[in-house]
Structure formats: C-alpha cells, structure tokens
C-alpha cells in the first residue's frame, strides 16, 4: 500500500502545469463555491494544483485554511484520484461556508469528480472506429 503523505511529486509546481489543465480540462465540477477542473496525466498519482484568490477570498487566514482542507481532503483520496491533474479554483463566498460545510462541500465535489473522470474510461475501450 502506497503512502497517503501529501508529497512535491503530488503538487503542480509551474504555470505550464496549471495552463495545461486550464486548456485541456475534461473533467470539471462546477459548484457554487469552486470549480475543480481535471485532465488525465501520465503519472500514477495525482498532482493538485490550488487558485485561492484575494479577490474571492478577502482574509489571508480564511485563504491558508481552505487550502489546508483541501490538501487534507486530497490527500485522503488520493488513491481514487490517481492518474489526474487537477486544478481547484475558489469562488466567492467559499469562505463564508463553516469548516464542517466547508470540508462535506469538498468531500462531495471530489466524490463527483472521481465519478465523471471513471465515466471517460470505459469509452474510450469501445469497439467504435468511427
């Protein structure tokens, strides 16, 4: 069993990491709140990349602890993620959510996003050469 730690392999670090998903993105998750957008990458693990802004985020605390939970919750499901990079960005009013709708929010939106990036797989195998 691989490791849950949240690593530098398991971050995008440059900005032709995030421009990449912003291109190409698949797999999104729309919410009010965020958007979590997603592309396949080459990797057996997933990499996170995180666009917390002051202007939809005013406090540098309330910025720090949205993107602590999102990296705890990523890291938690990690396994299901694996072969993805995604981008989280936050919208206004994400802060104004408590920790608890803060972390259900989150837990569901990785829950659906693990669910339409397995929805991609299986068509890619069909018997179509169109």
């Known amino acids: 069993m691989s490791s849950l730690a949240f690593t530098k392999s398991h971050r995008l670090l440059n900005a032709g990491d995030f421009q990449a998903?912003?291109?190409?993105?698949?797999?999104?998750?729309?919410?009010?709140?965020?958007?979590i957008l997603s592309r396949p990458n080459t990797r057996n693990h997933p990499r996170l990349g995180l666009v917390i802004g002051k202007k939809n985020v005013r406090l540098a605390t309330s910025r720090n602890q949205i993107k602590r939970l999102l990296r705890e919750t990523f890291r938690l499901r990690q396994q299901e993620l694996a072969g993805l990079d995604i981008v989280i960005l936050a919208r206004r009013g994400l802060d104004q959510l408590d920790?608890?709708?803060q972390h259900k929010l989150f837990d569901k939106q990785w829950s659906r996003l693990i669910k339409k990036a397995g929805d991609l797989q299986p068509p890619a195998r069909s018997g179509n050469t169109a």
């Open 21 to 35: 998903v912003f291109n190409d993105a698949p797999v999104r998750a729309p919410h009010a709140h965020l958007l």
């Open 99 to 101: 920790k608890k709708n």
